[in-house]
């Protein structure tokens, strides 16, 4: 029901079982230097399993926003900071599963980790969780800090994915310290065409967006961002 919801929206959702993303690109083959910590092809995420769609480890961007990412790691290399991304492209059956989940009993380990001042029903009318994903046009990441030269993430805050005011790139609660690394992710990021997201530290949008109208949902992998 999602996916037809998206299409009379106006938002084609192509790919099936099988795919490529033509115009996208494994991150790796544009600079192998920028970190992956890829959460939903693995069982370290708010959901506990590896999610819908992910069938490797890789991150999948539309070719400007790799592009674009590798001129930000340049400038941060120069630093003392590098980037790493925690999630790229998503296919929309990644996105349906996100919404299953918010339907479900609540995970105790979960909430204390993800989500601890948010109800679980609340996450969907509060927009930590949506059934339409940026993410899932290509042009979308979530990323960290790391220092170099031990690549040790910065301190952020909160972690990549914690559902609550805390996370909001603005946040007063942040200390000084990860004020102060949010404002050089976005201040890089954004020197290249990159717009935040202001509820979470970690979203970043590049734009113009190289597939604005088009919600992909070809699985995740490393054939897929390849000729």
């Excluded at 990323?143 to 909160?158: I, S, W």
Aim: proline share 8%; aromatic share 10%.
């Amino acid at each position: 029901m999602l996916v037809v919801a998206a299409v009379l929206a106006g938002l084609a959702v192509p790919g099936g079982a099988e795919g490529r993303l033509a115009g996208f690109v494994a991150l790796r083959d544009v600079d192998p230097s920028i970190g992956e910590d890829m959460r939903y092809a693995g069982p370290r995420n708010f959901t506990g399993a590896v999610v819908d769609g992910y069938a490797e480890p890789v991150c999948l961007l539309a070719r400007p926003a790799a592009e674009a990412l590798r001129r930000a790691q340049r400038e941060l290399l120069r630093g003392g900071y590098a980037l790493k991304v925690y999630d790229c492209y998503r296919p929309q059956r990644a996105v349906d599963r996100f919404v299953r989940w918010a339907g479900e009993p609540d995970d105790p380990a979960a909430k204390a980790e993800y989500y601890p001042e948010v109800d679980k029903s609340r996450l969907i009318p509060e927009g930590y969780i949506a059934a339409r994903s940026a993410h899932s046009r290509g042009s979308t990441v979530d990323v960290t800090l790391v220092a170099l030269p031990a690549r040790r993430e910065v301190d952020m805050g909160t972690p990549f994915d914690f559902f609550g005011p805390a996370s909001h790139t603005d946040s007063p609660e942040a200390g000084a310290a990860a004020r102060a690394n949010r404002r050089l992710l976005e201040r890089v990021l954004g020197a290249q065409g990159f717009v935040n997201l202001p509820e979470e530290w970690w979203h970043f949008t590049l734009r113009p967006e190289a597939f604005p109208e088009t919600a992909f949902d070809v699985p995740v992998s490393v054939a897929a961002g390849r000729p």
